[in-house]
């Protein structure tokens, strides 16, 4: 079993849908949680970065973490052509592991006109 | 924000030369930066973790006499992919953290290797 598990989709909505991108862990030790956009053949792009359970707003994306069932999930509403990316859910465990970014497959969104 | 650049962008190489790649904060320092590789339409994978001024620290199965990291400064850090084969031909990203805010990590924008 994979430490993040993420459904790699791919997932096609239209244009103004909200979408749920989800992910799942098995190490109670991982502290920090992010969602990484990544375009074709560039690098990842931070959208958000959590520490605690419960809900993070900027703008139209949201992250919402529950540490007690190990789920996180990012939520993008009014969603536009523009968010059609992979979405990469990531995790930092504290301690030793400081800084290793364990990654999920990552979530291929398509966002139709 | 937190800018990363890596130079090249692309790279195309024969068999048997090494590639050198570039990774810069520019507008931060950064102790501790990260080399990932990626293959088509699959995550990152970690290789190693890079500490200016000391060693490298390579996860299991990457071959740190294959790729050479070097930390020489708290802006930059470099990959060389020696006696390139073209097996190594992959996107090779780099990310840096910026100890402003806990663990963030700012990645850069990759650099596609092929090895012909």
């Known amino acids: 079993q994979k430490e993040v598990e993420q459904d790699p989709g791919p997932l096609s909505v239209p244009e103004g849908a909200i979408v749920s991108l989800n992910c799942t862990y098995s190490?109670?030790?991982?502290?920090?949680f992010m969602w990484y956009r990544q375009y074709s053949r560039k690098g990842p792009e931070l959208l958000m970065y959590?520490?605690?359970?419960g809900n993070k707003e900027d703008g139209r994306f949201t992250a919402q973490v529950d540490k007690s069932s190990k789920y996180i999930s990012l939520f993008i509403r009014d969603s536009q052509p523009s968010d059609s990316a992979t979405y990469l859910c990531?995790?930092?465990?504290?301690?030793?592991?400081?800084?290793?970014?364990?990654f999920g497959q990552g979530t291929i969104l398509t966002v139709h006109p | 924000g937190a800018v990363v650049s890596q130079h090249p962008s692309r790279v195309i190489c024969k068999s048997g030369t090494s590639v050198k790649i570039e990774c810069r904060s520019l507008?931060?320092?950064?102790?501790?930066m990260f080399w990932y590789r990626q293959f088509p339409k699959k995550s990152l994978m970690l290789m190693a973790t890079?500490?200016?001024?000391?060693?490298?620290?390579?996860e299991q199965g990457v071959e740190k006499d294959k790729f050479l990291i070097n930390h020489a400064s708290l802006t930059l850090s470099t990959l060389t992919v020696t006696s390139a084969h073209p097996e190594d031909s992959s996107f090779y990203i780099c990310?840096?953290?910026?100890?402003?805010?806990?663990?963030?990590?700012?990645f850069g924008p990759g650099t596609r290797l092929t090895v012909l």
């Open positions: 990310s840096a953290m910026s100890g402003r805010a806990g663990n963030e990590q700012f």
């Open positions: 507008d931060f320092q950064a102790t501790t």
């Open positions: 990531a995790t930092i465990a504290g301690g030793t592991s400081y800084g290793k970014l364990t």
């Open positions: 959590t520490y605690s359970s």
């Open positions: 890079s500490n200016e001024g000391s060693k490298a620290t390579y």
């Open positions: 190490n109670s030790a991982f502290q920090y």
